[in-house]
T-cell receptor, first 110, second 113 residues
Framework: DVKVTQSSRYLVKRTGEKVFLECVQDMDHENMFWYRQDPGLGLRLIYFSYDVKMKEKGDIPEGYSVSREKKERFSLILESASTNQTSMYLC?????????FGDGTRLSIL | DQQVKQNSPSLSVQEGRISILNCDYTNSMFDYFLWYKKYPAEGPTFLISISSIKDKNEDGRFTVFLNKSAKHLSLHIVPSQPGDSAVYFCAAYIIQGAQKLVFGQGTRLTINP
């Protein structure tokens, strides 16, 4: 079974902090993704990566950056956290479809 | 610009009956569609998919129908069981494009005993 592990289930940070969300997959997948899930909006793609050190912007990249130094690890970075970044963050990986998701990080920015 | 739309935020169905979840899309380039199921505090899990060369795909109690001319797909669950209570997301992508999925807003399905 594919396992996608997100480092934190719940996280509380303050406005202006730099926040790191980590994701690790164990299936040697080329592709990794970061989404946020908000009520009434579904899952929206923030960034994705199709190879080590490669990254592509998704639909809502503003305020975020990513890092992929190793194939199994994909990090999402909130450069200066703001309250409108309070959300559920979901990481996924795939070689082809379907994508496999982690259990999410519920991030609150106070 | 919502390219994939699930217009029903919620649906309530009696146990044993059929649940029908609907999804519409606007981008005619989409050629592969997936349904995911999500329980609270868990990540989405893949349920069933369909390619645009088909109009129906079945897997046990789950059937997905695709109507390309109407740009509409539906997920049928029969018979519905209490464990089916979850949020269901449809998603679409372009096979020759990047592996990016475009998701709908989700429909919360509640199965009543």
């Amino acid at each position: 079974d594919v396992k996608v592990t997100q480092s934190s289930r719940y996280l509380v940070k303050r406005t202006g902090e730099k926040v790191f969300l980590e994701c690790v997959q164990d299936m040697d997948h080329e592709n990794m993704f970061w989404y946020r899930q908000d009520p009434g909006l579904g899952l929206r793609l923030i960034y994705f990566s199709y190879d080590v050190k490669m990254k592509e912007k998704g639909d809502i990249p503003e305020g975020y950056s990513v890092s992929r130094e190793k194939k199994e690890r994909f990090s999402l970075i909130l450069e200066s956290a703001s309250t409108n970044q309070t959300s559920m963050y979901l990481c996924a990986s795939s070689s082809e479809q379907p994508q496999h998701f982690g259990d999410g990080t519920r991030l609150s920015i106070l | 610009d919502q390219q994939v739309k699930q217009n029903s935020p919620s649906l309530s169905v009696q146990e044993g009956r059929i649940s029908i979840l609907n999804c519409d899309y606007t981008n005619s380039m989409f050629d592969y569609f997936l349904w995911y199921k999500k329980y609270p505090a868990e990540g989405p899990t893949f349920l069933i998919s369909i390619s645009s060369i088909k109009d129906k795909n079945e897997d046990g109690r789950f059937t997905v129908f695709l109507n390309k001319s109407a740009k509409h797909l539906s997920l049928h669950i029969v018979p519905s069981q209490p464990g089916d209570s979850a949020v269901y997301f449809c998603a679409a992508y372009i096979i020759q494009g990047a592996q990016k999925l475009v998701f709908g807003q989700g429909t919360r399905l509640t199965i009543n005993p």
